[in-house]
C-alpha cells in the first residue's frame, strides 16, 4: 500500500466533518457554497468549507473512496516536487477553483447552495489519468481504460452542465480536472510527452 499520509488524513476529516453535519443542519448550512453569503456577509471560506460537506452518506462515499483509489499514487507523484503539504494544497485549491464557476454563474441565486468534494476529487483523479492514461478504472463494476473514462466523462459532464436538469455541481467536476491537468503539466511540463508515449504505447492494467 502507498504511503499518503496528507491523503488518508483529508479523507478521515472529510468524513468527521461530514458525519457531524449529516445530523447538525447548521453546521451543513454554514459550510456550504451559497452565494448571497459569500457576495453579502464576505464569508469566503464557503468556497473551501463546502468541500468537506456532503448531501448524503453515498454521496461522500463514492467521493471518497475515489480519492482513497487514486490520492495515494498523486500525493506520491507530487511529492518529490511540492512534499505532501503542498498536495494537501493542491487538494484544497482543487475545491475552491472548482467552486468559483458555479459562485460566478449563480451569484445572484438566492437559492442555489454545492456542496462535496467532487472537484478536489476529479483534480485528483485527472491529474492521475494524464499519468496512466491506460491504467483501468472500474466504472459500475467493469474496467474501463482511463483515457476512454476521461472523455466520456468530460463529455457527459459538458453535456449535463449545458442542460443544468438535475442538482448535481457539473461544473464542478468540469473545472476540477481542467485544473487538475493544468496544474500537473505546470509543475512537470515533461508530463505532456510521457502523456504522448504513453498512449502511443498501451499498456492496459491496474
Given at each position: 500500500?502507498?504511503?499518503?499520509?496528507?491523503?488518508?488524513?483529508?479523507?478521515?476529516?472529510?468524513?468527521?466533518?461530514?458525519?457531524?453535519?449529516?445530523?447538525?443542519?447548521?453546521?451543513?448550512?454554514?459550510?456550504?457554497?451559497?452565494?448571497?453569503?459569500?457576495?453579502?456577509?464576505?464569508?469566503?471560506?464557503?468556497?473551501?468549507?463546502?468541500?468537506?460537506?456532503?448531501?448524503?452518506?453515498?454521496?461522500?462515499?463514492?467521493?471518497?473512496?475515489?480519492?482513497?483509489?487514486?490520492?495515494?499514487?498523486?500525493?506520491?507523484?507530487?511529492?518529490?516536487?511540492?512534499?505532501?503539504?503542498?498536495?494537501?494544497?493542491?487538494?484544497?485549491?482543487?475545491?475552491?477553483?472548482?467552486?468559483?464557476?458555479?459562485?460566478?454563474?449563480?451569484?445572484?441565486?438566492?437559492?442555489?447552495?454545492?456542496?462535496?468534494?467532487?472537484?478536489?476529487?476529479?483534480?485528483?483523479?485527472?491529474?492521475?489519468?494524464?499519468?496512466?492514461?491506460?491504467?483501468?478504472?472500474?466504472?459500475?463494476?467493469?474496467?474501463?481504460?482511463?483515457?476512454?473514462?476521461?472523455?466520456?466523462?468530460?463529455?457527459?459532464?459538458?453535456?449535463m452542465d449545458r442542460r443544468q436538469t438535475d442538482r448535481?455541481?457539473?461544473?464542478?467536476?468540469?473545472?476540477?480536472?481542467?485544473?487538475?491537468?493544468?496544474?500537473?503539466?505546470?509543475?512537470?511540463?515533461?508530463?505532456?510527452?510521457?502523456?504522448?508515449?504513453?498512449?502511443?504505447?498501451?499498456?492496459?492494467?491496474?
Amino acid at each position: 500500500m502507498l504511503a499518503a499520509p496528507v491523503n488518508l488524513a483529508i479523507i478521515a476529516i472529510t468524513c468527521l466533518i461530514s458525519f457531524a453535519a449529516f445530523s447538525n443542519p447548521r453546521l451543513i448550512e454554514r459550510f456550504v457554497l451559497w452565494p448571497p453569503a459569500i457576495r453579502r456577509q464576505r464569508q469566503y471560506d464557503r468556497l473551501l468549507t463546502c468541500g468537506f460537506v456532503h448531501a448524503d452518506f453515498g454521496h461522500l462515499f463514492f467521493n471518497m473512496f475515489t480519492l482513497f483509489s487514486f490520492g495515494a499514487a498523486m500525493e506520491q507523484a507530487f511529492r518529490p516536487y511540492i512534499g505532501s503539504t503542498g498536495y494537501a494544497l493542491f487538494y484544497a485549491a482543487g475545491i475552491v477553483l472548482s467552486a468559483l464557476p458555479s459562485y460566478w454563474r449563480h451569484r445572484n441565486d438566492a437559492n442555489y447552495r454545492s456542496l462535496g468534494a467532487s472537484g478536489a476529487v476529479s483534480a485528483v483523479l485527472f491529474a492521475y489519468i494524464l499519468i496512466k492514461p491506460w491504467s483501468m478504472i472500474l466504472v459500475f463494476a467493469f474496467p474501463v481504460p482511463a483515457i476512454v473514462f476521461a472523455l466520456l466523462y468530460l463529455g457527459y459532464t459538458i453535456y449535463m452542465d449545458r442542460r443544468q436538469t438535475d442538482r448535481v455541481n457539473h461544473s464542478a467536476h468540469l473545472w476540477g480536472a481542467v485544473y487538475g491537468i493544468v496544474f500537473t503539466i505546470a509543475l512537470e511540463p515533461r508530463v505532456v510527452l510521457h502523456f504522448l508515449d504513453q498512449l502511443a504505447h498501451p499498456r492496459f492494467g491496474y
